[in-house]
């Protein structure tokens, strides 16, 4: 069973729920997709993910936020929304279990995913200080996990061919429209496009939204990275998990940006192991 469900008043705040069969209570994943943080792409590519983890008896909150494109997207609207959205899974009126709550991202959404888990130590009166429903664990897939990297990388700026070849497996953009304004913006990468200035001119405000930064505040974090993904590098991955004690690197051997987020994948195995043994 599937709820599309609001968790504010803008269009693209707002979550769908996946229950499994039974009465639960259950466990809880939050799944947090990708797409370059771009009003292009939904969680089309994670649905196979969602479908796998409710048959493996979790409820699933996917969650959508405003993303480039959007008015208000970036720093700090996105993360507001993100935050605001898994707060939200203590309102939903569902048999959940909150005791049990984990959070997943792909790509982009993995560092959103991973940003989420280093909430409890922003500073007061920070976007996203506070969180108020506690995490069990996060798991980061192909994640941008470094943005100080990806900004000096100017990762993304393919983005502004719009006729470009997309990545193996990549799914078709789900909102085209929105890709002439994207591509606009991204002559300087799509981490400075989000954020809204480099690392170099703003490294405090990098320390308060890129994960390998960030303080860490008690969440376990599993980090798994194909070693031939050829959108976002694997070291990224490896240098959040070198950083934080509670950051665990996983390699992906021979995977690349989408085949990590295959069902039967070696990345996705792990990713489901170690999501049953901190929810169980």
């Given at each position: 069973?599937?709820?599309k469900?609001?968790?504010?008043s803008l269009?693209?705040?707002?979550g769908?729920?996946?229950?499994?069969a039974?009465?639960?209570?259950?466990?809880?994943?939050v799944?947090?997709?990708?797409?370059?943080?771009?009003a292009?792409w939904?969680?089309?590519?994670?649905?196979?993910?969602?479908?796998?983890l409710?048959?493996?008896?979790?409820?699933?909150?996917?969650v959508?936020?405003r993303?480039?494109g959007?008015?208000?997207a970036?720093?700090?609207?996105?993360?507001?929304?993100?935050?605001?959205a898994?707060?939200?899974v203590?309102?939903?009126?569902?048999?959940l279990d909150?005791s049990?709550?984990a959070?997943?991202?792909?790509?982009?959404?993995?560092?959103?995913?991973?940003?989420?888990?280093?909430?409890?130590?922003?500073?007061?009166?920070?976007?996203?200080?506070?969180?108020?429903?506690?995490l069990?664990?996060?798991?980061?897939v192909?994640?941008?996990?470094?943005l100080?990297?990806?900004?000096g990388a100017?990762l993304?700026?393919?983005?502004?061919?719009l006729?470009?070849?997309?990545?193996?497996?990549?799914?078709?953009?789900s909102?085209?429209?929105?890709?002439?304004l994207?591509a606009?913006?991204?002559?300087e990468?799509?981490?400075?496009?989000?954020?809204?200035?480099?690392?170099?001119?703003d490294?405090g405000?990098?320390a308060?939204?890129?994960?390998?930064?960030m303080?860490?505040?008690?969440?376990?974090?599993?980090?798994?990275h194909?070693?031939?993904?050829?959108?976002?590098?694997q070291e990224?991955?490896?240098?959040?998990?070198?950083?934080?004690?509670?950051?665990e690197f996983?390699?992906?051997?021979?995977?690349?940006?989408?085949s990590v987020?295959e069902?039967?994948?070696?990345?996705?195995s792990?990713?489901?192991?170690?999501?049953?043994?901190?929810?169980s």
């Amino acid at each position: 069973m599937a709820s599309k469900i609001a968790y504010g008043s803008l269009p693209s705040q707002f979550g769908v729920l996946h229950l499994p069969a039974g009465s639960g209570p259950f466990p809880v994943v939050v799944m947090v997709h990708g797409g370059w943080w771009a009003a292009m792409w939904d969680d089309t590519a994670v649905q196979p993910l969602i479908s796998d983890l409710v048959g493996e008896g979790y409820a699933v909150w996917s969650v959508e936020y405003r993303r480039m494109g959007e008015a208000g997207a970036g720093w700090p609207g996105t993360f507001s929304d993100i935050a605001a959205a898994v707060d939200f899974v203590g309102s939903l009126d569902a048999p959940l279990d909150l005791s049990r709550v984990a959070v997943v991202g792909h790509s982009a959404g993995g560092h959103l995913a991973t940003w989420t888990a280093h909430r409890g130590a922003l500073p007061a009166g920070v976007v996203g200080a506070e969180p108020s429903v506690a995490l069990v664990g996060v798991v980061s897939v192909a994640g941008v996990l470094d943005l100080v990297a990806a900004d000096g990388a100017r990762l993304g700026t393919e983005l502004a061919d719009l006729s470009r070849e997309p990545p193996r497996g990549a799914p078709g953009p789900s909102g085209p429209d929105f890709w002439p304004l994207v591509a606009a913006g991204v002559g300087e990468g799509m981490t400075r496009f989000f954020v809204g200035t480099s690392a170099v001119a703003d490294p405090g405000l990098y320390a308060l939204v890129s994960p390998a930064e960030m303080g860490d505040a008690g969440v376990p974090v599993l980090a798994v990275h194909g070693s031939a993904d050829e959108v976002i590098p694997q070291e990224f991955s490896r240098t959040y998990a070198a950083r934080h004690a509670l950051g665990e690197f996983v390699d992906s051997p021979g995977g690349d940006h989408f085949s990590v987020i295959e069902p039967d994948s070696h990345a996705w195995s792990v990713a489901r192991k170690w999501l049953a043994d901190k929810l169980s």
